[in-house]
């Protein structure tokens, strides 16, 4: 067979990790009678660009291109280098491969895989690196501090923008399309491609090592412990952590030497020449591979503190030698590296970590000799393995696969519409990173609230509609219906159990409610049940939901929670922080009042876990009730109030086990593990009761911890005594976390979802009266922050006393004037209104104004708005007034602060710019001609906010009265002037 192979580099120009392997990739296949040639790029700054040479090494036919100037990481000709595409073509000719392989080919461009297909060859791509999702390789941001391990847009500051990023990314998964197979030489590699978006089938086929003809274990004897490094200088090798590694265990007189093989020469030249030379250090340039042996049996201990690895071939060449591998959490090495048996593993960017580790083998001869046994025994395929795999490749017949869910060409993306009922967290990890998630499948998204009364012009454009966890009303139920008549799906989205009134009267919470808020409680279930019934397909959290929903006869399906890229950006800037290393710290986290009962379970046994460990503590967050069990240690639990999403991964950082108690209800089986994901994001590691969302995240003791039977004292003990496995399940849990929640996953499940025809053909609920009692007119809510001049105050919390008992006051913010409409966020308690409200406010100049709402515009926890007559002037300071008729149900939403929540509407404020454009208007034959079309362009933006501003507020009749007011008095002015 004729096998050509691309590598950007080759030896004896480079000796990195790629370039040699593919050398020894290339001598094995020879060996195999295959017939090889290798098309390089070469990095000769003395030499003109793109000039090719022909040579032979090995007996291998060699052709470099000099593709010096395209290793810049931010060049498009990085990628996408079409300059190269006729010294290949002209390679291709000349050597006729039946099969072309492709390694790494940064400077070279992915352009050249189809130009192999097209040639008639077979194209195998092996990526050694996280080149195919990150410019930079390793999935690091410009300060090379690592990014998350899902790349995604706007995941990481790339060097020409998250825009392009994108781009670059899906100019090169399309070119994968002339790819036979992509293979990977580790298991965590191919995790990490899958998370980062690549949806090609991938093949692991492990990096061979040749293993030596002499085999037994090392001993240690009497002297300094010999440490090896050897890579390169650049920041992701870690060789800073080292330097400050070997600092520390200078200070706690640990006797070792280290050596350090492939630091540049400018690293003694600078600030770091001092640190290196002041310790028993010495730095050496890389050495050729005919001295590895030499080089291996010269130390007892090779270290590896990379922030990232796609394999390590020396971790596995010193393993195989008998040589213990200190590494970090990067990939590749935890694949072989069995922490304590033939190594140790320690956390990324932890000098401290991995001074305890080196230190463990300086001063355990019997754990060195232990793990050096175990090197010898680790199982590491050899070339003649990778050979044969390779070849199995290389023959295979089938054709390259297609993409999933790709868009035919000419086609507008899908477009989505989601409309939500509730806001805060559940409406991040339910909608907006579901909205991230079809967004990288090539879907269009919009979201509105379920009282938006644009939802129903937004429907009418769009290909499909998600309603997260909103209660039926007339006109969300017209929205859906329309849809069903044009064809349109529609799909209920809840996370909770919520929608069967049976089960709701169970809930303790539930129970133990006043009567007449009990039957109001239940009566929104029966909405929630209703609204799903019209869709006619559910979409759930859970396996447990969708089972409840299929019970109804409404087809669902399951898509998890996942883990949104604007979490994981603000959890990896948390796992930056140092944390505390003297105490141990466990955490309970609740969201809402109703997990008392969750978290009494568990007190006893904290009590008794506090009371034998006096250096631990507990931390509690959100409005939970603390255990009287635990009062007499009240000076060691920490109460933290509940916090913006961006902060919760600082708070949840701090903790070396986060417990999710969960007591035996059907509604505890329907929780997702979101504590999990969240928590592993920042390294910390669950312990959860077992309920079946947990078994499905959590492997068992590997990526978390799960409680049967009530045995959490006997977890707390173990998670206390072994923490150095805690960490290691922190560490794989993350990894775990990436890999099944990822917005690339988890993206190709939600659109099949929504494609899915057996789906869409759902039944639906028939039309005529809409199944519940207590029907209402919706509101007509603008979503928050929309038009100029909104001013809103507050979250619901409660609500306050019926409006027919006692009139309620509204204290209005000053330098709102002049004043056209106030909106209050009222509950009816899921009944109709009996009569209207009315609102009073005084103005400056003592006069009293008001604005009636019927009750048909009065909704049940929705926005009722009180138009006034014209704009008035208010004084500082001055109170509304909202009253009812007597006997009146209705009643006003309370903050938490016990503030009722109104928002107002006034005149939009006048830029500071604008005065002056008016003046420079006047006047504008005195300028050139862009600064007279900049003042047109700024008048007519203020002019057009202005205008959108009216015609919402006093409707298109008023509107277009006080425009046209306006654009008289403006007239006057310039006429006057």
């Not at 994968?176 to 086929?205: E, F, K």
């Not at 979201?447 to 499909?464: C, G, K, V, W």
């Not at 049967?708 to 003990?717: K, N």
């Amino acid at each position: 067979m004729r096998i050509a192979q691309v590598v950007c580099l080759y030896p004896p120009d480079h000796l990195g990790g790629a370039p040699q392997h593919v050398r020894q990739l290339a001598i094995e296949l020879r060996a195999r009678r295959h017939d090889l040639s290798i098309f390089a790029g070469r990095h000769r700054r003395d030499r003109p660009m793109l000039e090719s040479t022909e040579d032979s090494m090995d007996g291998i036919a060699v052709v470099r291109v000099n593709t010096v100037d395209a290793f810049k990481e931010s060049d498009r000709r990085n990628w996408w280098h079409e300059d190269v595409e006729s010294h290949f073509r002209h390679f291709l000719a000349k050597q006729r491969p039946d099969v072309v392989h492709f390694h790494a080919i940064q400077s070279l461009g992915a352009s050249l895989l189809q130009v192999a297909r097209d040639f008639g060859a077979r194209a195998v791509v092996s990526m050694h690196d996280l080149w195919w999702v990150c410019p930079r390789l390793f999935c690091v941001d410009r300060e090379r501090q690592p990014c998350i391990p899902a790349v995604t847009p706007g995941s990481c500051a790339c060097e020409e923008g998250t825009e392009a990023l994108a781009e670059r990314n899906s100019i090169l998964r399309g070119a994968l399309d002339a790819v036979a197979a992509v293979i990977t030489p580790s298991p965590s590699m191919a995790a990490r491609l899958r998370a980062s978006g690549l949806t090609q089938p991938l093949v692991i086929v492990g990096n061979g090592v040749d293993r030596p003809l002499r085999e037994r274990p090392r001993r240690r004897h009497e002297r300094p412990l010999r440490v090896l490094f050897a890579a390169s200088s650049h920041p992701v090798k870690g060789w800073p952590n080292l330097l400050s590694a070997l600092r520390l265990m200078r200070r706690d007189s640990v006797s070792y030497h280290a050596t350090l093989y492939g630091l540049d020469e400018h690293i003694l030249q600078g600030g770091d020449a001092a640190a290196v030379l002041d310790l028993p250090v010495t730095v050496h340039p890389p050495f050729p591979p005919d001295r590895l042996d030499e080089v291996l049996a010269e130390h007892d201990v090779l270290v590896l503190p990379s922030q990232f690895e796609s394999s390590s071939l020396l971790v596995r060449e010193a393993l195989v030698r008998g040589v213990p591998v200190v590494a970090t959490r990067c990939g590749g090495p935890e694949d072989v590296i069995e922490d304590g048996a033939n190594g140790l593993l320690v956390p990324i960017g932890d000098p401290m970590a991995l001074a305890e580790a080196l230190e463990r083998l300086a001063r355990e001869p019997a754990l060195f000799e232990r793990m050096s046994a175990g090197a010898l025994a680790t199982a590491i395929p050899t070339p003649h393995d990778q050979g044969l795999a390779l070849e199995r490749i290389y023959t295979d017949s089938r054709e390259p696969p297609s993409k999933p869910h790709q868009k035919p060409p000419g086609r507008k993306a899908p477009r989505v519409l989601f409309i939500a009922g509730i806001e805060g967290a559940p409406l991040r990890y339910r909608v907006h990173n579901a909205i991230e998630q079809l967004a990288l499948q090539g879907f269009s998204s919009s979201l509105r609230h379920y009282a938006d009364p644009e939802a129903a012009a937004a429907a009418e454009r769009a290909d499909a509609i998600i309603v997260y966890r909103s209660a039926a009303t007339k006109e969300l139920v017209e929205v859906v219906r329309s849809a069903r008549r044009r064809g349109i799906p529609s799909f209920f989205d809840v996370d909770d159990l919520i929608f069967d009134p049976d089960l709701s009267a169970q809930l303790d919470v539930v129970r133990s409610l006043p009567t007449l808020e009990r039957k109001h409680y239940v009566e929104g279930v029966r909405r929630y049940r209703a609204m799903l019934e019209e869709c006619g397909a559910g979409i759930a959290s859970t396996p447990e939901i969708a089972r409840a929903m299929q019970a109804l006869g409404v087809p669902a399906s399951v898509h998890p929670n996942g883990v949104g890229t604007s979490l994981a950006v603000a959890s990896e800037l948390a796992r930056r922080v140092p944390r505390e290393r003297n105490e141990f710290t466990i955490g309970y986290f609740s969201g809402t009042k109703t997990h008392d009962h969750d978290f009494a379970l568990i007190g006893p046994a904290v009590a008794q876990f506090l009371a034998e460990h006096p250096r631990s503590r507990l931390v509690v967050g959100g409005p939970v009730r603390i255990p009287r069990v635990l009062e007499p240690m009240s000076t060691r639990v920490e109460r933290v109030p509940l916090v913006p999403w961006p902060r919760l991964p600082y708070e949840l950082h701090r903790l070396h086990l986060l417990v999710n108690p969960l007591s035996p209800t059907v509604f505890n089986e329907a929780k997702s593990a979101i504590k999990w994901s969240e928590a592993a994001l920042v390294d910390v590691p669950t312990a959860a009761t077992a309920t079946e969302p947990f078994r499905l995240a959590v492997a068992d003791g590997v990526t978390g911890q799960l409680v049967f039977d009530g045995e959490w004292a006997t977890v707390l003990q173990w998670c206390h005594d072994d923490q150095e496995r805690l960490r290691a399940m922190a560490a794989r849990g993350r990894t775990a976390a990436f890999e099944s929640g990822s917005p690339w996953v988890l993206g190709p499940r939600l659109a099949a979802i929504l494609t899915d025809e057996v789906v869409t053909k759902s039944r639906t609920a028939e039309s005529g009266t809409v199944p519940w009692p207590s029907d209402q007119v919706p509101t007509t809510l603008e979503p928050p922050r929309l038009w100029p001049g909104l001013a809103s105050v507050g979250e619901p919390s409660v609500p306050a006393m019926s409006l027919g008992s006692a009139p309620l006051r509204i204290e209005l913010p000053a330098g709102l004037r002049p004043l056209r409409r106030v909106d209050i966020l009222t509950a009816t308690h899921g009944m109709l209104a009996a009569g209207p409200l009315r609102l009073r406010v005084r103005t400056s100049a003592g006069t009293e104004e008001g604005a009636d709402a019927p009750a048909a515009r009065v909704s049940d926890s929705g926005w009722t708005t009180f138009c006034l007559a014209h704009e008035v002037e208010i004084a500082n300071g001055v109170e509304a007034e909202v009253t009812a008729g007597p006997d009146e149900h209705t009643a006003v939403w309370l903050d938490d602060s016990h503030v009722p929540i109104f928002r107002t509407f006034h005149e939009p404020p006048v830029p500071p710019e604008r005065v002056a454009s008016v003046d420079a208007l006047m006047g504008w034959g005195d300028q050139d001609a862009p600064a007279r079309w900049r003042v047109h362009a700024l008048m007519v933006r203020t002019a057009w906010r202005r205008s959108r501003y009216w015609w919402k507020s006093l409707g298109p009749v008023g509107g277009s009265r006080r425009i046209g007011r306006a654009m008289v008095r403006r007239l006057r002015i310039y006429l006057r002037r």
